[in-house]
């Protein structure tokens, strides 16, 4: 099946610095949605980027799919913004739908400090 | 936006003893319905696809009789994890997809 990385596993910032979060996946998708998970495990939909950019607030990302890879930009952290953040694919091989099940990378930890 | 509710979001149930998760779409109709299970610093893993109206769809490894799925209506799954016990112990979420896929609150469930 097709393969998702995520960089860093983990990350560490003090308050108001930014970062970038990097996904890569091993074949052409037809869906990427970056998602946060929250200390009460709770998956929260930031981005559904198949392609192109996308801002949303201090959050932006982007998707070049030609390359493989998605980039997810948190500007200006704040200590809220702390959980897992996962990246998840639906491969374009899998029915040609959007509504096919996701392949979950494993994850950047994100801890930010005040 | 599309809404899926999933009920309870924490159970603590006897070894030996049956639990019932129900996923629920709110705002929109899901004839397909995902659920994963995720343990402790780990990412998701799909146990299943729950199909409306036919049986689900498990992934290698899944127990098929200790993880019932029953997806009956539109809007409405449900995952049974029967004769439960301390290794069933995880967080389980359902998902289901409209525009984007949006997932339910998860389950966390502990055995003793």
């Known amino acids: 099946g097709i393969q998702v990385e995520q960089s860093p596993p983990d990350l560490i910032l003090q308050e108001g610095a930014n970062s970038t979060l990097r996904c890569n996946f091993s074949?052409?998708?037809?869906?990427l949605q970056w998602f946060h998970q929250n200390p009460w495990g709770q998956l929260i939909n930031l981005f559904y980027?198949?392609?192109g950019t996308k801002q949303n607030g201090r959050l932006s990302a982007t998707t070049v799919a030609t390359e493989r890879y998605s980039l997810l930009y948190i500007s200006s952290s704040q200590t809220t913004d702390s959980g897992v953040y996962f990246c998840?694919?639906?491969?374009?091989?899998?029915?040609?739908?959007?509504?096919?099940?996701?392949?979950f990378g494993r994850g950047t930890q994100l801890t930010v400090w005040p | 936006g599309a809404v899926v509710s999933q009920h309870p979001s924490w159970v603590i149930c006897k070894s030996g003893t049956s639990v019932k998760i129900e996923c629920r779409s709110l705002?929109?109709?899901?004839?397909?319905m995902f659920w994963y299970r995720q343990f402790p610093k780990q990412s998701l893993m799909l146990m299943a696809t729950?199909?409306?109206?036919?049986?689900?769809?498990?992934e290698q490894g899944v127990e098929k009789d200790k993880f019932l799925i029953n997806h009956a209506s539109l809007t409405l799954s449900t995952l049974t994890v029967t004769s439960a016990h301390p290794e069933d112990s995880s967080f389980y979420i359902c998902?289901?997809?409209?525009?984007?896929?949006?997932f339910g609150s998860g389950t966390r469930l502990t055995v003793v």
């Open positions: 729950s199909n409306e109206g036919s049986k689900a769809t498990y």
């Open positions: 705002d929109f109709q899901a004839t397909t």
């Open positions: 074949d052409s998708v037809n869906n």
């Open positions: 980027i198949p392609s």
């Open positions: 998902s289901a997809p409209s525009v984007a896929h949006t």
């Open positions: 998840a694919v639906v491969p374009l091989a899998d029915r040609g739908s959007t509504l096919g099940r996701l392949y």
